[in-house]
């Protein structure tokens, strides 16, 4: 049985404490069996019983727990690379998709790739993900916004979910209104609550349902329509609030006991208390901000406020074309002025809350997943600040290696 | 003699044109021969006597001409990672300076380490940017303040010139006020022009004289001084300015004939004028915006303006703790609103007459040197768009390869 050891430092990132308790431990060791922690703590408290374990050196660097991506768009047909220009020359990503860009360009091409392209590509930056520490990631649908597309986009991340990282999926059917639907939004929504949701749940393929609450497209109204049906089939809300203009997305969460609200650059003071009240965690999205050139999120005020915040890439090939979270996680420090402690955390058990996964991934304790990565870093402030390509030499999951540099 | 062939795109990053004319070839074709390129252009058109030249494979990837980080303080002892958090709960550049942070921090530790230390640091940074794709670099002394220690740190430099990226080196005894003439910054001015430029120039260690003109650092009419002097000696001007508040910097680069004004984040429209008039290249630092936490350069009004712009990443254990030039460049599109062409441009021909070499390296052209670098993306849009750990497959500079995945 594996025990590392030759660890410099190591953050537990214990649910326990504030945002920015990470739990380090000098010197530590690390015991995994079966693909459980057995044993986490300072070398020199090592039980006997795990002294003649096979030792394995981290070479004196920094360990952390695997990474959870806990909001991403991860299958997707073709890029939507031109809008990257229009965007930087002072075109709006409201004007973009109005013109027939943003998302719908999306949905027509996922819906003219087939699932074998659809999984191949987002196999491929599962793998790229795994090289940089992420071993959980949620995936949403939404750009299928048929019953039979977006069950295909579920299939898929069923697929995937045999590789080596975890696979969350989340039914987002409620993504936009597809152009078949144009002007009739409320008769999509209608197909979404009573075909599509119904029949991912009964097929198992999704964990979550969420709703993009916008201007350009959900109400208030029909957000709550599209997560109360989810919630009668068994799925947990999510959901794409206040992140363009503010409407009222995050006192929706609160209502309906989502388990986080993500984006939130126009939150509203009301809507962070209700979050807090209701215990919903915030997921904060740097990459958006940074591509679609709006201000940050207000990551210190909903800290402050109690509520706990995560961390995500937003992976997607219109406004977040990276699923380089450890990135994320720097331009969370940098753009939305949280501690490098603060922002792991919100990338390990505070993401794994966001995905309902608290209880097996998301820190380094005893019972839980064996996910880790090994950091090239004396600490966790220098990972975060010296930003490299890739700091991460070796990413664990389940017990088993899944990249070593 | 090596040709290049089955190259999706070239880009040639002439300098005729505008920011954003990076003239694109598609099925291109690059011969070089004894470190120098030979013929460039579509493989259509390839003269016959480079037909039976040894063919090696693009893969149909991008090529774009080695990349020119011409602004870094590459060599410097230790890091000053606790900054990191102190700026992100609100402590200022200037006031972490002012309690023996910042610049003087830096100072301490690269005195008090070995040549031989800051050598192999410097060379390992370097090595990470040659999987990045750069191969000229320009590096500032700086962390030394004492003659003798200035002088060491270009000798870092000149011995790192024997490596595979060429190396610019710039003399910036006036970085900042060292502790022994705290009060005394005349007298510190006094020895730079009087005693550090002479030596360093007749040593022939450094090729460019810079200042920092800061509120906290030298005043317009001390940077005057250095550099007026720094030309007495054959070193051409570079000038820090207009970073953290606006004091007539760009201005003083435009009479003195600068090749280069940096930062600028606070540039005044008359200082963009002067530029302008003077062609003195804008060196933009989008590191330094996004961990001071300060409004990015005006860089769409620098280009409109008709001043060129080049993107550096100003690498330093501070401010900007990252080499990393291709993450650079896309902050430079999503912070300052240049489109990938003009960013591109802006680390390539323009950068390389930020530091003289124009003739020589920064674009992919018959007689220049062969230095260029191979990258997985269909476009230079697609490049920067898509923002991964590292796009870049191989590097050759002088026509020898220094880096492949």
């Given at each position: 049985m594996p025990l590392l050891t030759d660890i410099g430092t190591l953050v537990t990132?214990?649910?326990?404490?504030?945002?920015?308790?990470?739990t380090p431990v000098r010197d530590a060791a690390l015991a995994w069996e079966g693909g459980r922690i057995r044993w986490v703590g300072a070398l020199k408290d090592l039980p006997a019983e795990y002294h003649a374990w096979d030792r394995e050196s981290a070479a004196g660097q920094l360990v952390v727990p695997g990474l959870v991506d806990c909001h991403t768009h991860l299958a997707f047909g073709g890029?939507?690379?031109?809008?990257f220009s229009q965007r930087i020359l002072g075109h709006s990503y409201l004007d973009i998709a109005a013109a027939g860009g943003g998302i719908l360009s999306t949905v027509r091409k996922t819906r003219a790739a087939s699932g074998e392209e659809l999984g191949s590509r987002a196999a491929a930056h599962l793998a790229a993900m795994a090289r940089l520490g992420v071993t959980t990631v949620e995936a949403k649908s939404g750009?299928?916004?048929?019953l039979d597309d977006e069950l295909r986009l579920l299939q898929v991340y069923r697929d995937l979910g045999t590789g080596p990282q975890r696979i969350v999926p989340t039914l987002l059917a409620a993504h936009t209104v597809p152009p078949e639907y144009r002007g009739r939004g409320d008769a999509y929504v209608d197909l979404v609550c009573e075909q599509i949701i119904p029949e991912a749940a009964r097929r198992g393929l999704a964990r979550f349902c969420d709703v993009f609450v916008e201007e350009k497209s959900f109400s208030v109204e029909q957000g709550r329509r599209v997560l109360v049906a989810g919630k009668r089939h068994g799925l947990r809300p999510k959901i794409h609030a206040d992140q363009i203009t503010s409407g009222g997305g995050a006192e929706l969460a609160a209502e309906v006991g989502a388990a986080s609200a993500d984006?939130?650059?126009?939150?509203s003071n009301q809507g962070i208390e209700r979050m807090r009240e209701a215990g919903v965690v915030a997921v904060t999205l740097p990459f958006a901000s940074l591509y679609l050139h709006v201000a940050p999120v207000r990551a210190r005020r909903l800290i402050e406020a109690g509520v706990a915040v995560a961390v995500a890439t937003d992976f997607n090939p219109g406004s977040a074309p990276s699923y380089h979270l450890p990135f994320a996680m720097t331009l969370a420090c940098t753009l939305q002025r949280m501690t490098p402690a603060e922002s792991l955390k919100g990338a390990a058990i505070i993401a794994a809350r966001a995905v309902g996964l608290e209880d097996e991934v998301g820190s380094l304790e005893s019972?839980?997943?064996a996910d880790f990565a090994v950091i090239e870093a004396e600490s966790v402030d220098q990972w975060l600040y010296?930003?490299?390509?890739?700091?991460?030499?070796r990413t664990v999951t389940q017990g088993r290696e899944i990249w070593r540099a």
């Open positions: 990132c214990a649910a326990s404490g504030g945002q920015g308790d990470i890029w939507r690379t031109e809008e750009y299928g916004l048929t984006h939130l650059e126009q939150v019972g839980k997943s010296h930003l490299r390509d890739n700091a991460c030499v």
